[in-house]
Structures are given as structure tokens and as C-alpha cells.
């Protein structure tokens, strides 16, 4: 036999309606309450059925995510699916499905989140990037469809949160310059990706303040996240013969110079890079500091600003959410 809402509202001791409201996430109801009644439906093995909420709320009670072109980068960039525990944490907490909107190439996303939109299968939006003229986005904008957005956009008009690139990145390159660094190479990545130009501008900033010369044949952008990217320059940096230490803005391509660097029999470099998943695997991991960017958190927060925006969708005027997740230098 089914085991019904009134089977679970009896073993935990609260009426039907709390369950249900503990099924929708109700803000009314207490932190407790909630998780009493959660036990009990894992007790019984009892599951909400999404499309009668669906029904009764007119809410699909799933979040979109919306992530970038499906290539090599992001498939071995660990960042994604650190971003996506977090997320996922978060709505297995409120009672919501996720949908994933990938795709090889911009438009096949594009029309992937346009079934979404448009059919209503998902209450809101989760960008896990942020890039200019995004053609996805200005859609979801002009359809003042709710989302957020992981990472800083160019417009104060957007619900987003993301770290603070710049000032991570300054604060990383002041420390390899308090330790002795004064020849120091930049390698970033994409330059459409605006976390990539905060972070080279943090490094600029540590160079100019230090009163140290900023050399652009030094600095290395059009980088595709991936270790063979890394390896490259480390060749490179190697013929300059004149670079003491190195930022590196993405870990996987830290992991690729490292293992260059090596292979040449060169004596370590300091490489400070920006950490956005535990693995004990990389070579630099314990030999350089890094910056901690909490990329789990990142996924977290963003989906209770989602829960958030979707509470206050009829609020007028409205207003946009911004976080900055702190970040953490772990020194060598």
C-alpha cells in the first residue's frame, strides 16, 4: 500500500499541511520541524510526487543550470562538478529537481534553454559563468526569466555571486613578492571570461604597487583550462630564463606547468594558482600556496539566492542580489 502524506505527518508527530509545507520548503516552517519530518519520509520511503506539486502550485520545482560549451576544458575543469555538489546540497535541502542545459556549441545551448523557458520546465536559471554578450543570457533577460549567475557579469543589473577575483589575485601576487619574487609571468585563459581579466588586473595592481616592471610578454591569455595548456608554457617561461615565480589562474593548468617545468629538470618554480577543488593529486599541491576560492560554497549560495529571487519574482521595483564568497590564501 502507498504510503501517503497522513503516514508521515502521523510518524512525525505534525498535521498534513506541515508536511506539505515542508515539501515546498515553506520559510514558515521551523528548522526542527523540518527535519523531523524529512526522517520520517526517508523512514517510510516516501517521495513527492513532482507533477501533482507541479499541478497544485503552478511551479515546476526544478532549477535549470546552465553551463558552458561542452568541451574538453569543461569536461576535465573539476571546478564544474565541485559547483554542482554544492548546488545539488542545496535543492536535495528544498525538494528540487535540476535540469542541465550543456551542448557543443552556443546554439544547440541556446535552444536547449529556450525548451526549458519557454515549456516551463524549469522555475529558474543557475549560470555557472559569466561572459560578455552572451546571447543565452540576454535572452533569459529579456524574458526577465529569474536566474543568477556564478561569477561576476559586466552589468550591477544581474543576481550573482562569485569571489573576489581581483583582490584574490593581488593579494596572491603580493605574497610572491613579499617572498623574494621579481620577475613574476601571468597565465590566464580566456579573455571573454571576465573572472580571467579581474584576476589579471589583481596581478597588475600587485606589480604596479610593488613599483615592479609589468612586462606584457610575460603575461600569457587564450589559455583553455586544460594541463596540456600548461605544459606548453612552461617551455615558454623556461626560454625567457628570467621568471621567478608565476600566477596561474586555473588549477588544472597549474597541474600542466608543473609537470613541464619538471620534465626539463628544472628546480621548482613558486606557481600560485587559485584552488577550486580538494585533490591531492596535483603536483603543486604542496609545494606553493594558493588561493582557496570555497567553490562548493559558491554552488551553495547561489542556490539559496535562487530560492530567494523566486520568492521576491513579484516584488516591485525589483532587486538584485550580490555575494562575494570570501576567499582563503593558503600559504607554502
Known amino acids: 500500500m502507498a504510503v501517503t502524506i497522513k503516514d508521515v505527518a502521523q510518524k512525525a508527530g505534525v498535521a498534513p499541511s506541515t508536511v506539505s509545507r515542508v515539501i515546498q520548503n515553506n520559510p514558515s516552517i521551523?528548522?526542527?520541524?523540518?527535519?523531523?519530518?524529512?526522517?520520517?519520509m526517508k523512514e517510510l520511503k516516501y517521495y513527492p510526487n513532482l507533477n501533482a506539486r507541479s499541478l497544485v502550485s503552478k511551479k515546476s520545482f526544478v532549477i535549470g543550470l546552465v553551463l558552458p560549451d561542452a568541451t574538453d576544458a569543461f569536461y576535465q575543469?573539476?571546478?564544474?562538478?565541485?559547483v554542482l555538489r554544492g548546488i545539488n546540497d542545496e535543492a536535495s535541502k528544498s525538494g528540487y529537481a535540476l535540469l542541465i542545459a550543456t551542448g557543443q556549441?552556443?546554439?544547440?545551448?541556446?535552444?536547449?534553454?529556450?525548451?526549458?523557458?519557454?515549456?516551463r520546465q524549469v522555475d529558474g536559471l543557475i549560470f555557472l559563468y559569466a561572459s560578455d554578450e552572451d546571447p543565452i543570457f540576454n535572452?533569459?533577460?529579456?524574458?526577465?526569466?529569474?536566474?543568477?549567475?556564478?561569477?561576476?557579469?559586466?552589468?550591477?543589473?544581474?543576481?550573482?555571486?562569485?569571489?573576489?577575483?581581483?583582490g584574490s589575485s593581488f593579494e596572491g601576487t603580493k605574497y610572491l613578492i613579499e617572498n623574494g619574487a621579481k620577475n613574476i609571468a601571468f597565465i590566464g585563459g580566456d579573455t571573454n571570461r571576465i573572472f580571467i581579466r579581474d584576476r589579471?588586473?589583481?596581478?597588475?595592481?600587485?606589480?604596479?604597487?610593488?613599483?615592479?616592471?609589468?612586462?606584457?610578454?610575460?603575461?600569457?591569455?587564450?589559455?583553455?583550462?586544460?594541463?596540456?595548456?600548461?605544459?606548453?608554457?612552461?617551455?615558454i617561461i623556461k626560454e625567457l630564463d628570467c621568471i621567478d615565480a608565476v600566477v596561474i589562474a586555473d588549477q588544472l593548468v597549474a597541474k600542466g606547468f608543473k609537470a613541464g617545468w619538471?620534465?626539463?629538470?628544472?628546480?621548482?618554480?613558486?606557481?600560485?594558482?587559485f584552488k577550486a577543488y580538494d585533490s591531492s593529486d596535483l603536483l603543486m599541491t604542496h609545494e606553493d600556496a594558493f588561493i582557496d576560492i570555497q567553490a562548493q560554497q559558491l554552488g551553495q549560495v547561489a542556490f539559496q539566492m535562487m530560492m530567494g529571487v523566486l520568492e521576491t519574482e513579484n516584488v516591485k521595483p525589483r532587486r538584485f542580489a550580490h555575494e562575494f564568497i570570501p576567499h582563503v590564501l593558503v600559504e607554502k
Do not use: C
Open 262 to 273: 619538471r620534465l626539463q629538470g628544472e628546480e621548482t618554480i613558486p606557481a600560485l594558482t
Open 139 to 166: 535572452l533569459v533577460q529579456d524574458l526577465d526569466f529569474p536566474y543568477v549567475v556564478i561569477g561576476t557579469p559586466s552589468s550591477k543589473y544581474v543576481n550573482f555571486v562569485d569571489n573576489d577575483n581581483q
Open 77 to 82: 575543469n573539476p571546478f564544474f562538478p565541485t
Open 30 to 40: 521551523s528548522d526542527a520541524t523540518k527535519e523531523k519530518v524529512r526522517q520520517a
Open 105 to 119: 556549441t552556443s546554439n544547440h545551448r541556446h535552444g536547449n534553454v529556450e525548451k526549458m523557458v519557454y515549456g
Open 200 to 235: 589579471l588586473m589583481g596581478y597588475q595592481q600587485a606589480l604596479k604597487e610593488a613599483g615592479l616592471t609589468l612586462n606584457e610578454q610575460w603575461v600569457f591569455n587564450e589559455v583553455q583550462f586544460v594541463p596540456e595548456d600548461g605544459f606548453h608554457y612552461s617551455k
